[in-house]
Nanobody
Framework: QVQLVESGGGLVQPGGTLRLSCAASARIFSINTMAWYRQAPGKEREMVAV???????TYNDPVKGRFTISRDNAKNAVLLQMNGLKPEDTAVYYC?????????WGQGTQVTVSS
């Protein structure tokens, strides 16, 4: 069983930065895949960024070059650094983990990009 708790969301102006953090109840070095997803109003949930236990990363095209996902094994946390935020980045952001054959989700944190 893994519990995921996100933090760091909020309201930011276009071009601003935010850093999301996902705290895991399990030691994340034992979790192969961790990721951030997002869901905007009226849209399906979409993958934002994925990181493997080896540190391999994958990004969805709309965020490439602006977002960076990383793992902090010492703190059992996965981070999402978001730079150059745009209004279309507005969404609820969810932390995800795949562990022991099961999918785990956090409760989500709201990110709003608006002037």
């Amino acid at each position: 069983q893994v519990q995921l708790v996100e933090s760091g969301g909020g309201l930011v102006q276009p071009g601003g930065t935010l850093r999301l953090s996902c705290a895991a109840s399990a030691r994340i070095f034992s979790i192969n895949t961790m990721a951030w997803y997002r869901q905007a109003p009226g849209k399906e949930r979409e993958m934002v960024a994925v990181i493997s236990s080896a540190g391999t990363t994958t990004y969805n095209d709309p965020v490439k070059g602006r977002f960076t996902i990383s793992r902090d094994n010492a703190k059992n946390a996965v981070l999402l650094q978001m730079n150059g935020l745009k209004p279309e980045d507005t969404a609820v952001y969810y932390c995800y983990a795949y562990f022991a054959g099961r999918n785990y989700w956090g409760q989500g944190t709201q990110v709003t990009v608006s002037s």
